[in-house]
Protein backbone atom coordinates (compact mmCIF):
# COMPACT_ATOMS: atom_id res chain seq x y z
CA UNK A 1 0.00 0.00 0.00
CA UNK A 2 1.30 3.47 -0.76
CA UNK A 3 2.45 6.02 1.80
CA UNK A 4 -0.32 8.28 0.81
CA UNK A 5 -3.13 5.83 1.03
CA UNK A 6 -1.52 4.48 4.58
CA UNK A 7 -1.84 8.54 5.42
CA UNK A 8 -5.95 8.23 4.46
CA UNK A 9 -6.25 5.24 6.21
CA UNK A 10 -4.61 6.82 9.38
CA UNK A 11 -6.55 10.18 8.89
CA UNK A 12 -9.87 7.86 9.23
CA UNK A 13 -9.01 6.15 12.31
CA UNK A 14 -8.30 9.77 13.65
CA UNK A 15 -11.78 10.79 12.85
CA UNK A 16 -13.26 7.77 14.48
CA UNK A 17 -11.06 8.63 17.72
CA UNK A 18 -12.82 11.96 17.48
CA UNK A 19 -16.05 10.31 16.66
CA UNK A 20 -16.10 8.10 20.14
CA UNK A 21 -15.56 10.79 22.07
CA UNK A 22 -17.84 13.74 20.06
CA UNK A 23 -20.71 10.85 19.33
CA UNK A 24 -21.28 12.66 15.57
CA UNK A 25 -19.76 9.71 13.90
CA UNK A 26 -19.84 6.18 14.18
CA UNK A 27 -16.18 5.45 15.72
CA UNK A 28 -15.75 1.99 16.14
CA UNK A 29 -17.43 1.06 12.86
CA UNK A 30 -15.28 3.73 10.92
CA UNK A 31 -11.95 2.98 12.71
CA UNK A 32 -12.96 -1.26 11.86
CA UNK A 33 -13.71 -0.17 7.98
CA UNK A 34 -10.25 1.84 7.83
CA UNK A 35 -8.48 -0.83 9.35
CA UNK A 36 -10.81 -3.97 7.06
CA UNK A 37 -9.45 -1.56 3.84
CA UNK A 38 -5.79 -1.61 4.84
CA UNK A 39 -5.62 -5.31 5.23
CA UNK A 40 -7.51 -5.64 1.64
CA UNK A 41 -5.17 -3.09 0.07
CA UNK A 42 -2.05 -4.50 1.79
CA UNK A 43 -2.43 -8.20 1.87
CA UNK A 44 -0.83 -11.06 3.31
CA UNK A 45 -0.82 -12.73 6.63
CA UNK A 46 0.61 -9.74 8.53
CA UNK A 47 -2.88 -7.52 7.39
CA UNK A 48 -5.18 -9.73 7.96
CA UNK A 49 -3.44 -10.89 11.45
CA UNK A 50 -3.63 -7.06 12.63
CA UNK A 51 -6.99 -6.55 11.41
CA UNK A 52 -8.01 -9.55 13.33
CA UNK A 53 -6.33 -8.62 16.64
CA UNK A 54 -7.88 -5.03 15.96
CA UNK A 55 -11.24 -6.48 15.65
CA UNK A 56 -11.12 -8.73 18.35
CA UNK A 57 -10.04 -5.61 20.52
CA UNK A 58 -13.05 -3.10 18.98
CA UNK A 59 -15.73 -6.21 19.70
CA UNK A 60 -14.58 -7.05 23.57
CA UNK A 61 -14.40 -3.61 24.24
CA UNK A 62 -18.40 -2.73 22.42
CA UNK A 63 -19.47 -5.91 24.51
CA UNK A 64 -17.90 -4.52 27.88
CA UNK A 65 -19.24 -1.04 27.09
CA UNK A 66 -22.74 -2.47 27.15
CA UNK A 67 -22.14 -4.38 30.07
CA UNK A 68 -20.05 -2.89 32.93
CA UNK A 69 -21.68 0.51 32.71
CA UNK A 70 -25.19 -0.73 32.64
CA UNK A 71 -24.63 -2.99 35.14
CA UNK A 72 -23.47 -0.10 37.50
CA UNK A 73 -26.63 1.55 36.56
CA UNK A 74 -29.35 -0.91 37.68
CA UNK A 75 -27.43 -0.99 40.68
CA UNK A 76 -27.77 2.77 41.16
CA UNK A 77 -31.61 1.99 40.72
CA UNK A 78 -31.64 4.13 37.01
CA UNK A 79 -34.28 2.69 34.71
CA UNK A 80 -33.46 2.60 31.24
CA UNK A 81 -37.13 4.91 30.44
CA UNK A 82 -35.16 7.27 32.37
CA UNK A 83 -31.95 6.79 29.63
CA UNK A 84 -34.06 7.00 26.57
CA UNK A 85 -35.15 10.43 27.28
CA UNK A 86 -32.47 11.49 28.06
CA UNK A 87 -30.99 10.05 24.82
CA UNK A 88 -33.93 11.86 23.45
CA UNK A 89 -33.01 15.27 24.47
CA UNK A 90 -29.56 14.88 24.23
CA UNK A 91 -30.69 14.12 20.29
CA UNK A 92 -32.89 17.49 20.08
CA UNK A 93 -30.67 19.25 22.07
CA UNK A 94 -27.70 18.19 19.59
CA UNK A 95 -29.50 20.44 16.83
CA UNK A 96 -30.28 22.76 19.21
CA UNK A 97 -26.77 23.84 20.16
CA UNK A 98 -24.64 21.56 18.31
CA UNK A 99 -22.19 19.63 20.01
CA UNK A 100 -22.67 20.58 23.20
CA UNK A 101 -25.89 20.67 23.05
CA UNK A 102 -25.99 16.50 22.91
CA UNK A 103 -24.47 16.51 26.42
CA UNK A 104 -26.60 19.15 27.91
CA UNK A 105 -29.91 17.45 26.32
CA UNK A 106 -29.03 14.22 27.62
CA UNK A 107 -27.90 15.30 31.28
CA UNK A 108 -31.36 17.63 31.10
CA UNK A 109 -33.39 14.98 29.82
CA UNK A 110 -32.25 11.95 32.19
CA UNK A 111 -32.77 14.77 35.50
CA UNK A 112 -36.53 15.53 34.30
CA UNK A 113 -37.16 12.20 34.10
CA UNK A 114 -35.63 10.93 37.52
CA UNK A 115 -37.13 14.02 38.63
CA UNK A 116 -40.98 12.92 37.47
CA UNK A 117 -39.96 9.33 38.83
CA UNK A 118 -38.69 10.18 42.36
CA UNK A 119 -40.13 13.29 42.99
CA UNK A 120 -37.13 14.73 45.01
CA UNK A 121 -34.36 16.90 43.69
CA UNK A 122 -31.66 15.43 45.69
CA UNK A 123 -32.55 11.69 44.67
CA UNK A 124 -33.38 12.94 41.02
CA UNK A 125 -29.76 14.51 40.53
CA UNK A 126 -27.92 11.49 41.95
CA UNK A 127 -29.77 8.97 39.27
CA UNK A 128 -28.52 11.76 37.11
CA UNK A 129 -24.83 11.85 38.10
CA UNK A 130 -24.95 7.93 38.01
CA UNK A 131 -26.09 8.04 34.50
CA UNK A 132 -23.85 10.46 33.53
CA UNK A 133 -20.92 8.51 35.01
CA UNK A 134 -21.97 4.94 33.24
CA UNK A 135 -22.25 7.14 30.12
CA UNK A 136 -18.46 8.55 30.71
CA UNK A 137 -17.47 5.24 31.82
CA UNK A 138 -18.86 3.57 28.27
CA UNK A 139 -17.48 6.28 26.43
CA UNK A 140 -13.96 5.55 27.95
CA UNK A 141 -14.56 1.31 27.32
CA UNK A 142 -15.05 2.33 23.93
CA UNK A 143 -12.09 4.60 23.52
CA UNK A 144 -9.71 2.23 24.78
CA UNK A 145 -10.82 -0.48 22.69
CA UNK A 146 -10.40 1.81 19.52
CA UNK A 147 -6.92 3.26 20.83
CA UNK A 148 -5.43 -0.31 21.12
CA UNK A 149 -6.57 -1.24 17.76
CA UNK A 150 -5.28 2.04 15.97
CA UNK A 151 -2.07 1.16 18.27
CA UNK A 152 -2.15 -2.50 16.46
CA UNK A 153 -2.48 -1.12 12.93
CA UNK A 154 0.18 1.85 13.76
CA UNK A 155 2.66 -0.73 14.99
CA UNK A 156 2.08 -2.89 11.87
CA UNK A 157 2.42 0.39 9.34
CA UNK A 158 5.58 1.59 10.96
CA UNK A 159 7.05 -2.26 11.33
CA UNK A 160 6.79 -2.79 7.41
Do not use: D
Not at 58 to 79: D, E, N
Not at 102 to 107: D, H, T
Not at 130 to 146: F, R, T, Y
Amino acid sequence: MSPGAEVLVGLAIVVGLVGIVIPILPGTILIFAAILVWAILTGGATAWTVFAVATLFLVISGVVKYTWPGKRMRSAGVPNVSLIVGGLLGIVGFFVVPVVGLFLGFIAGTYVAELYRLRAHNRAWASTWHACKAVGLSMLIELLGALIASGVWLTAVVAT
